[in-house]
């Protein structure tokens, strides 16, 4: 079975400053991958997914993800944070085999942006 | 009107209690799920349904029942409330063709 982890829980960066996110998967096959964000008292967004071809994929709202298989590893990265990037973000890993189609997610990363 | 619609929004209910949190699609989607959302513990699958003949067991389907009406309608059933299925509750739908998902706004659902 897949898993996702992400092991940070709470990050903390200045506004303007890099930000790299983490991610790592556990899947038997070549994984789907996905990042979403969830504003305060909304629904997840879908930020960028990988299916195959180019490891490094880009999204919206100017982040970007690199594919690294060796590492299974599904960074998360945005080269300057804007205050309004303050939300809590998801990594997840998809199976789609048959009727084994559905996502599995970690258990979020809350990102602070400080002024 | 919102791709994908929870309703309702928030809802206190009592323990023993049955409820219903109600899900509808405007995307065209024949697959949609049910998650739960309790802090620091991610998303977990309830259930999923790849059609309306279609019905699959998430991760944690006990105590939840639900049900396909029509290709955009999928339901939420809880039996008998108890206060440990206090959580957020979302809605998903995807089409086969591109895998992610569209989520709803969430239902937020406190049993006393």
């Known amino acids: 079975a897949q898993s996702v982890t992400q092991p940070d829980i709470h990050i903390t960066v200045s506004e303007g400053a890099s930000l790299e996110l983490r991610c790592n998967y556990s899947?038997?096959?070549?994984?789907?991958l996905f990042w979403y964000v969830q504003s305060p008292g909304q629904g997840l967004q879908l930020l960028l997914k990988y299916f195959s071809g180019d490891t490094l994929v880009q999204g919206i709202k100017g982040f970007e993800a690199e594919f690294k298989r060796s590492q299974s590893s599904f960074n998360l990265r945005k080269p300057s944070v804007h205050w309004s990037d303050a939300a809590e973000y998801f990594c997840a890993v998809g199976a789609f085999t048959g009727t084994a189609s559905k996502l599995t997610f970690g258990t979020g990363t809350r990102l602070q942006v400080t002024l | 009107d919102a791709d994908v619609t929870q309703t309702p929004r928030n809802r206190i209910t009592k323990t023993g209690k049955r409820i219903m949190l109600e899900c509808s699609q405007t995307k065209g989607h024949d697959r949609m799920y049910w998650y739960r959302q309790d802090p620091g513990l991610g998303l977990q699958l309830i259930y999923y349904s790849f059609d309306v003949k279609d019905i699959n067991k998430g991760e944690i389907s006990d105590g939840y029942s639900v049900s396909r009406q029509a290709q955009a309608k999928f339901s939420l059933s809880l039996e008998s409330a108890i206060p440990n299925q206090t959580a957020l509750y979302f809605c998903?739908?995807?089409?086969?063709?591109?895998?992610?998902?569209?989520f709803g706004s969430g239902t937020r659902l406190t049993v006393v």
């Open positions: 899947y038997g096959a070549t994984p789907y």
């Open positions: 998903a739908t995807s089409s086969g063709a591109d895998y992610g998902y569209t």
